[in-house]
């Protein structure tokens, strides 16, 4: 059953009233309501599909590249929250901003930076969306408005929040979205974000990806609440939990929330409850995971769930299916080749991205270099 708090009877601040300090409204906080039939037509479903499997069979030649040594440092895969990507992304304008965590790759796909670049820069070539500087945790595109992948597990938090008073100092209309992983609801830049962006009235959605673990814990032995949406009420804030796997409720979901931060310029709290597919990293065999949770896994895996479904409406038939496969396969290969015959990025460009702007007295000593020049 879902449980609601209800609002007081008070209109929440208007966006010309952004001042700091003024008082939010009491927030409603629940699990997601019952699924009302899908408000999606069937070339709309079609695509939330092809976006699914895209990531998917992206991630799976990521991790192949990763055993070829093609790929380098550490590497993140979005296998198994496919559908909570694709949700999120379907909500957001192309003008919004987005920040994130290390495990990335999916959203910069969704956020329509091409395969191409994306493969580029996890092999570290010149033609990646980072100019193969930043890898596979630190993807970043201006244009597409991806503010970066944050290796520091939290770190992306306090700058999206930066970023939500830029856009209300502004006086823009933008949202700012801020996915984490549910270990980040433990430190204590989760906290002092939304503290501030609740009291300063920040249009800021902060979503935080529940897999269940942080790396190897689980989230009931490492949170005295493990319903993380929950964590909003002390902020005044309003939140949702809602079921990561399913594409439509999630999409739902980050509408209500991201519409809401736009309108009423006050932040919100997402919690998309959604287990990956493999461990941690690449390189983690997830050997703290059962034989049976391997199974269930299995057996909840969105992209075969949305598949099934589809066919059984008559959306998509299973001939349709393999035809989407091998194009978003050849795409993929593509991506690869492409990224392979890329040049790496020459050292004197090393320094080029330290600053957005010139600084005087920058260090640009390389390793080994005399500290005070010839």
């Known amino acids: 059953m ?121 092999y570290g070539r010149s033609t990646g969306v980072s100019k193969g500087w930043g890898g596979s945790m630190h993807l970043f595109d201006a244009e597409a408005r991806l503010l970066g992948g944050y290796g520091i597990v939290g770190g992306q938090v306090p700058l999206a929040a930066g970023a939500a008073l830029a856009v209300s100092y502004k006086g823009g209309d933008e949202v700012v979205m801020c996915h984490m992983g549910d270990g980040t609801t433990a430190i204590g830049a989760f906290h002092e974000s939304l503290n501030i962006a609740s009291l300063w009235n920040l249009p800021v959605v902060f979503v935080v990806i529940n897999n269940g673990l942080g790396m190897g814990t689980t989230v009931e032995n490492s949170a005295a609440e493990p319903e993380l949406y929950r964590r909003g009420a002390a902020y005044r804030m309003e939140s949702l939990r809602v079921d990561g796997t399913d594409v439509l409720a999630v999409r739902d979901a980050a509408r209500t929330a991201v519409e809401r931060a736009r309108a009423e310029s006050r932040p919100y709290l997402l919690e998309t409850v959604s287990p990956r597919l493999k461990g941690h990293s690449v390189v983690d065999p997830a050997r703290y995971r059962s034989k049976e949770e391997k199974e269930a896994l299995k057996a909840a895996d969105p992209l075969a769930r949305m598949a099934l479904e589809l066919e059984e409406a008559g959306v998509l038939s299973a001939d349709d299916r393999d035809r989407l496969d091998a194009e978003v396969t050849a795409e993929v290969d593509a991506a690869a080749a492409f990224a392979d015959e890329s040049p790496a990025p020459e050292v004197s460009t090393l320094f080029d991205y330290t600053y957005a702007t010139p600084v005087p007295g920058e260090l640009r000593r390389l390793p080994a270099d005399p500290v005070f020049g010839s």
């Open 2 to 122: 879902a449980e609601t708090v209800q609002s007081v009877d008070r209109a929440a601040p208007a966006r010309s009233r952004r001042t700091r300090g003024t008082k939010a409204p009491r927030p409603r906080t629940g699990a997601a309501p019952e699924a009302a039939p899908p408000d999606a037509d069937a070339a709309t479903l079609v695509g939330y599909y092809r976006q699914m499997l895209l990531i998917r069979r992206f991630e799976e030649r990521a991790a192949r590249a990763y055993t070829e040594a093609k790929i380098g440092g550490y590497c993140h895969l979005n296998l198994g929250e496919e559908a909570t990507v694709v949700g999120l992304m379907a909500a957001l304008r192309p003008t919004d901003y987005l920040f994130t965590n290390y495990r990335e790759h999916g959203y910069a796909l969704s956020k329509g930076i091409g395969a191409e670049r994306v493969m580029a820069e996890l």
